[in-house]
Structure formats: C-alpha cells, structure tokens
C-alpha cells in the first residue's frame, strides 16, 4: 500500500490502481481528494471537511463514493444520492478496494465551554493504517500505522506520547500538523521519537512511503 501525506491532516492511500483519500479539508491542497474512488470523512470540522472541494471532487469523477459520519453526510448526500454513506463506531465496510472499520464516537475536548461533536477514526485493512480524526481513539487491535495528530488545540505533547503508547503501532507518522512550525518540529520529533516506543516519522506534504 502506497500512503501520500498530504497538507495537515489528509492522507492518500493507493493499491492496486485504486485510490481511497482520508479529511481533505480546507487547510490541505485544493486538489486532495481529486481521482479518489473512495473519500472518508472524520468529521466536520472546516480543516477537515471542505464542502466545495468535496463537491468538486464528486462532480468530477461519478464513480466516486463519501463515507462519512452523519453531521456530514446531511450535508451532502442530497446532491449525490447513493453516494454517501452514513456511518459509526462499529460499522465495517469496503470501499476502493480497501477494507475499513469505524472506531470512535466524539471529538477530543478543546474546552469544556465548547460543546464536542462527533468524529470517527477510520481502522484500514485490518490494521494496516489507523486514521484516528481528532480524537485519541485506541481501536483495541494490532495497527502497523498510526497516523498520529501530533498539534492541536485540543491536545498537549504528553497526551500525543501517552497515546502512541497505548495504541503500540509499529511506526506513527505525523498528521495534523499544519499549526506546527519547522522550529518546533524537531522537538516533537525527539521527544515522541524518544518516549513513545515506536518509530516516529514524518513526511513532507506530497512525499510517500510503502506501508
């Protein structure tokens, strides 16, 4: 399986000629999702989920299919019926080519005073690729890739440790990370790399690897 970084916390995923993109949002590049069979949605939030460019993307290619929570699917099922697909914690279905479970129920707490929404992490081929969203959601089962939401501001550097800890992959690469700068990345770098127990990585936005 070949995994493209994209800009913050959008991912490619590639085999055998199909493509399956994770959260093109607004703080990735405009083109994202383009060419993708299968897009899934964490949640709604702008960086996230960009309404017009998905819409773009859809338009573009009819064969292309959203699965997605239902904060987003109300969104923009109405205009591609059959299309998009509303689904939660415990559903498993395939898309792309790609076997996919859903992990999760709600966003990470940015503030008490801020009401949470929903968000599902997105678990692929069995434990190939763990999209969690924006949440630590531990799936409960063997994941070979994290990608790891290493800056928001729901999250500090400790919980981003903790949480590679506890999920164990083999390696964890870097998403959401559009809010940190190159003079604290090798801090994140060492410190993660350092005490989280598994092999920490970053890509460039646009740079692959075989995973």
């Known amino acids: 399986m070949k995994l493209t970084k994209k800009s913050h916390a959008c991912v490619r995923l590639e085999k055998s000629?199909?493509?399956?993109?994770l959260d093109p949002g607004g703080f990735s590049e405009a083109d994202a999702a383009a060419g993708?069979?299968?897009?899934?949605?964490?949640?709604?939030?702008?960086?996230h989920f960009d309404e017009g460019r998905l819409r773009a993307a859809m338009e573009a290619n009819p064969a292309a299919g959203i699965w997605t929570l239902k904060s987003v699917a109300d969104q923009v099922s109405a205009a591609f019926p059959g299309r998009v697909h509303t689904v939660g914690h415990g559903d498993t279905f395939s898309a792309?080519?790609?076997?996919?479970?859903v992990h999760g129920e709600l966003h990470a707490v940015i503030h008490p005073d801020i009401p949470r929404v929903t968000n599902v992490g997105f678990l692929v081929d069995g434990g190939k690729v763990f999209h969690p969203g924006d949440a630590l959601t531990v799936p409960g089962r063997?994941?070979?890739t994290l990608m790891l939401p290493v800056m928001a501001p729901w999250n500090k550097i400790a919980?981003?440790?903790?949480?590679?800890r506890e999920v164990a992959p083999q390696r964890a690469y870097d998403i959401?990370?559009?809010?940190?700068?190159?003079?604290?990345?090798?801090i994140y770098d060492r410190q993660i790399g350092a005490l989280g127990g598994s092999e920490h990585l970053r890509l460039t936005p646009g740079d692959s690897a075989e995973v």
């Open 17 to 21: 000629g199909r493509t399956l993109v």
């Open 36 to 47: 993708a069979e299968a897009i899934l949605i964490t949640h709604e939030h702008p960086d």
């Open 159 to 164: 919980d981003v440790i903790d949480y590679v």
């Open 142 to 144: 063997p994941v070979e």
């Open 96 to 101: 792309a080519g790609f076997d996919v479970q």
């Open 176 to 186: 959401h990370d559009a809010l940190l700068t190159d003079l604290a990345r090798p």
